[in-house]
């Protein structure tokens, strides 16, 4: 995987960002490669509408409305469950391979006794809902998706996608 930024007059003064996936990171992801990034694109939306107060999306930049504020909230809500679930594998992961307990908690910056517990906590269970998702292939990513997506409100506050 690459990531890549750019930012200048091509862009409207804006800022591209890219993500190049290996062909068997896609492979492994599928669909889910492209439901992340549309999260992800959800999460810098709600950012700037809560640094600026506006809503870039909209023609005219309006302050976000009760639409723009629910439909961000829709869009992060799926983030938590997922980012724990890839969490826990790794943790599962890392402990299966041997790795230390303090290379572990330094890389999480916690303490040791913390990282310990969150270590005894996810190995003496079997993988929840978000970790079994976490560590299973998925379908290949739908053709012609991107996650470009705009969001915003039309008239009366309806919510676009």
């Known amino acids: 995987m ?6 200048g ?12 996936l290996t062909a068997l990171e896609t492979e492994a992801m599928g669909q889910d490669a492209t439901l992340m990034a549309e999260i992800f694109d ?3 939306w709600a950012l700037g509408m809560l640094r600026t107060g ?23 809500d799926r983030l938590p469950p997922r980012l724990k679930g890839v969490r826990d594998g790794l943790i599962r992961a890392y402990t299966a391979a ?9 890389a999480m910056n916690i303490s040791t006794s913390a990282a310990r517990h969150r270590r005894t906590t996810i190995t003496k269970h079997s993988p929840e809902t978000w970790e079994e998702w976490a560590g299973t292939r998925s379908s290949r990513p739908r053709r012609g998706l991107t996650a470009g997506r705009r ?3 039309g008239k009366g506050g309806r919510v676009t996608r």
């Open 98 to 106: 041997g790795g230390s307990l303090a290379r572990m908690a330094t």
């Open 151 to 153: 969001h915003g409100t």
């Open 54 to 76: 506006r809503n870039s999306r909209d023609p005219g930049t309006p302050a976000p409305t009760p639409g723009d504020w629910v439909a961000a909230l829709r869009g992060l």
């Open 2 to 7: 690459t990531l890549s930024c750019r930012s």
């Open 9 to 20: 007059d091509e862009q409207s003064g804006g800022l591209e960002i890219t993500i190049t």
């Open 42 to 44: 959800s999460y810098l």
